[in-house]
């Protein structure tokens, strides 16, 4: 694990955030509720961390979206962030305590982040909760580990910071890349008989949520997030049995997805490793295990979803 910044960053940085308060916002403000900066906020998981935090008392939530317009509906502050967009950051950081960043799912996510981190500690942003993607410290997956390089700069940067890696996402099966992947019933992916680790982005909203809340006990923390595993086969036959309805899972061989990401013109250098990873799973190999259950179930006081109540959950999308 690479060293933090020295101390020095790490008291300048306080230091400015004291300034800000009582000099730049003014001492009425300095013992006002945080504010809360959520990136992402028209996102599946950055939307659902604004939802559950709008009406907490402790904070003041700003949802940050590249366009404001559509963030309208989720009730709070609105503030444009465009990542691409460096003007934007001052702006959107400015006054803000805490923040929930999602990294893309581009390699920008070097660039975008970079900025983004360089332009939160300047404004004096105190702590980042960090949601990046699967995968331990030594993992071999190139697009897990890039994740990790944002992790270590945010860490580099003096921040106090918590580090989310969710295992895969179930709303996955909802639709991806604007396409329904479960549309008749019929469930197609890349990663043949594979268990896959799998985590309701909901929970994973709360547990962040939770962190912006009250981050003192999860300074420094990094979690892994799971709390199912399944083959795509054995989650058409959960889809099935609560559901009423046959769902059946079709594995489609790895090189198909490389045909339909270069077709929409999506970035090849990151769409590459996952291929490398989906043809890893259908040849049988499995990257590396899953994340416990037992860390979710401790950071919610409760189980995580399991693809039963999922599929509960979630009917009206899922039935055809």
């Known amino acids: 694990m690479p060293q933090r910044q020295p101390a020095s960053l790490c008291v300048s940085v306080t230091e400015s955030t004291r300034l800000r308060r009582v000099m730049g916002v003014g001492v009425s403000e300095v013992a006002s509720k945080p504010r809360v900066l959520i990136t992402g906020a028209t996102g599946k998981v950055g939307g659902a961390v604004v939802r559950h935090l709008a009406n907490n008392p402790a904070v003041e939530v700003i949802a940050g979206a590249r366009t404001p317009e559509k963030a309208a509906h989720l009730g709070v502050a609105v503030r444009e962030l465009d990542f691409d967009q460096p003007s934007t950051l001052e702006s959107a950081l400015n006054g803000i305590d805490r923040v929930f960043m999602l990294t893309g799912y581009t390699v920008d996510m070097f660039r975008q982040s970079k900025s983004f981190v360089n332009a939160a500690r300047r404004a004096g942003v105190q702590h980042i909760v960090h949601l990046g993607a699967c995968g331990d410290d030594d993992t071999e997956v190139a697009h897990w580990g890039w994740q990790q390089f944002v992790e270590r700069y945010i860490e580099w940067a003096g921040f106090d910071f918590t580090h989310?890696?969710?295992?895969?996402?179930?709303?996955?099966?909802?639709?991806?890349?604007?396409?329904?992947?479960?549309?008749?019933?019929?469930?197609r992916h890349y990663v043949g008989d594979a268990a896959i680790s799998w985590v309701d982005t909901d929970d994973v909203a709360e547990v962040a949520a939770n962190i912006l809340v009250n981050p003192q006990p999860h300074l420094g923390k990094v979690y892994r997030l799971a709390s199912d595993v399944r083959t795509y086969h054995q989650v058409a036959q959960a889809l099935t049995d609560v559901l009423k309805q046959p769902f059946v899972y079709e594995a489609r061989p790895a090189e198909e997805f490389m045909e339909?990401?270069?077709?929409?013109?999506?970035?090849?250098?990151?769409?590459?490793?996952?291929?490398?990873?989906?043809?890893?799973y259908s040849a049988g190999k499995t990257p590396e295990p899953g994340a416990e259950f037992g860390v979710l179930s401790q950071l919610l006081g409760r189980p995580g979803a399991t693809w039963e109540a999922f599929a509960a959950a979630h009917a009206g999308e899922l039935k055809y």
Do not use: H
């Not at 895969?168 to 008749?184: K, P």
């Not at 250098?269 to 490398?276: G, H, I, R, T």
């Open 164 to 187: 989310l890696r969710p295992d895969i996402f179930m709303q996955n099966v909802l639709g991806y890349g604007g396409a329904r992947a479960a549309g008749d019933g019929v469930i």
């Open 260 to 280: 339909k990401v270069r077709a929409a013109g999506a970035d090849i250098a990151y769409m590459q490793s996952a291929y490398e990873n989906y043809a890893a």
